[in-house]
C-alpha cells in the first residue's frame, strides 16, 4: 500500500507535536509538583480540590475574625480592669468617709481624690481606639460615651451617648461573637460622684448628719452597682476570650487536614513522572530518527 509523502508528513508531525506536548506538560508537572494543571486532567479530584480551597478560605477569614476579634477584647478588658480599681479605691474612701469620728476637715478633704476617680472613670469610658472609635459606645462608636453638659445641675451633668447593641463578627460557620462592649450605666455613677463631689464642697460638713450620711450611702450604693457590672463584663470577655482561643485551634486543626488532602489529592507521584518522562522523551527521538531515515528512502533505493 502507497502512502502519499505529505499524508507520511502530516502523520509525521501530529505525532511528534502530540509528544512534545505530552512530555512539555509532564515536565510542568514536574516543575511544579502538581498533577493537576487544570481541572480536565482530572474532573472529579479538581472538583475536590475546590471545594477544600473554598473552605480553607473560609477557616482562614474566620481565624483572622478571631484574631481582630481578641485584640479588640484584650483592649477592652484592660481599660475595665483599670475602671474596677478605680472603683474600688472609691468605694474604700466613701466607706472610710462614712466614719463617724470624721471632722468636718477629713470630709473636705475627700473631694480632691473624688474628684480624680469621677474625671477617671470618665475618661476611661470615652476611651477612643487608633481609628477614632469610642470603645464603649455599643455601636454608636461615633459618639461620645459619655457626654458631659457643665450648664446642668450636679447629679444631672453626666449622659450615656452611646447605645447597648452589639456588632456581630462571624466567627466560625454559623457562629458570631460579639466585638463591642458598652458602658451604659456608668452615668449613674458618674452623676452620683458628682453630688457627693458639690454636697461636700459645702464645707463645714457632719458627717453624722442624716443628708450627708444619705448623700454618702447612696454613692456608695452607686459604686458597688458600678463594680458588679464593669466586674461582671470583665468576666464575660475573658471566658469568652477562651472559647475563642478554643474555636481558633480548631479552625487550625480542620485547616491542616485540608492542606494535607489537597496535596496528597493535587501532588505528583514523582516516580511515576519520571518513568512517564523518559517514555516520552525516548519514544520523541526514536519518532525524530524514524522520520529522518524514512525521509531519505525513495522507491528507486529498492532497486
Known amino acids: 500500500m502507497r502512502i502519499a509523502t505529505a499524508q507520511y508528513q502530516s502523520n509525521m508531525n501530529k505525532s511528534l507535536q502530540l509528544n512534545q506536548e505530552r512530555l512539555s506538560k509532564l515536565t510542568q508537572q514536574m516543575a511544579e509538583g502538581k498533577r493537576l494543571l487544570?481541572?480536565?486532567?482530572?474532573p472529579i479530584d479538581s472538583v475536590r480540590i475546590s471545594r477544600l480551597q473554598r473552605e480553607e478560605a473560609a477557616l482562614t477569614q474566620y481565624?483572622?475574625?478571631i484574631a481582630t476579634v481578641?485584640?479588640?477584647?484584650?483592649?477592652?478588658?484592660?481599660?475595665?480592669?483599670s475602671m474596677v480599681n478605680n472603683i474600688t479605691s472609691g468605694r474604700?474612701?466613701?466607706?472610710?468617709?462614712l466614719d463617724g469620728a470624721n471632722t468636718p476637715d477629713d470630709l473636705k478633704a475627700m473631694i480632691s481624690p473624688l474628684r480624680a476617680l469621677r474625671d477617671s472613670l470618665a475618661f476611661s469610658a470615652n476611651t477612643v481606639d487608633q481609628e477614632g472609635s469610642y470603645l464603649f459606645s455599643g455601636t454608636r462608636t461615633s459618639a461620645k460615651t459619655m457626654e458631659y453638659d457643665p450648664k446642668a445641675a450636679p447629679g444631672k451633668r453626666y449622659e450615656f451617648g452611646g447605645n447597648p447593641n452589639e456588632q456581630h463578627v462571624v466567627v466560625g460557620n454559623g457562629l458570631t461573637q460579639v466585638a463591642n462592649e458598652n458602658m451604659k450605666g456608668l452615668e449613674v455613677l458618674l452623676n452620683d460622684l458628682d453630688a457627693a463631689i458639690d454636697w461636700l464642697d459645702k464645707g463645714n460638713l457632719d458627717v453624722n448628719n442624716p443628708d450627708t450620711r444619705t448623700r454618702l450611702v447612696t454613692t456608695l450604693g452607686s459604686l458597688d452597682t458600678a463594680l458588679d457590672l464593669v466586674s461582671g463584663k470583665i468576666a464575660v470577655l475573658g471566658g469568652t476570650q477562651k472559647i475563642l482561643d478554643t474555636l481558633a485551634a480548631n479552625h487550625g486543626n480542620v485547616s491542616l487536614s485540608n492542606q494535607m488532602a489537597i496535596t496528597e489529592i493535587g501532588q505528583l507521584d514523582m516516580g511515576v513522572a519520571a518513568?512517564?518522562?523518559?517514555?516520552?522523551?525516548?519514544?520523541?527521538?526514536?519518532?525524530?530518527?524514524a522520520y529522518g531515515r524514512i525521509g531519505t528512502l525513495s522507491l528507486f533505493s529498492a532497486l
Request: hydrophobic share 30%; glycine share 2%.
Open 70 to 81: 481578641k485584640i479588640r477584647l484584650t483592649k477592652t478588658e484592660s481599660y475595665m480592669s
Open 275 to 289: 518513568t512517564e518522562l523518559n517514555g516520552y522523551s525516548t519514544a520523541l527521538q526514536a519518532t525524530y530518527k
Open 63 to 65: 481565624r483572622d475574625n
Open 38 to 42: 487544570v481541572p480536565s486532567d482530572d
Open 92 to 97: 474604700d474612701q466613701i466607706v472610710w468617709a
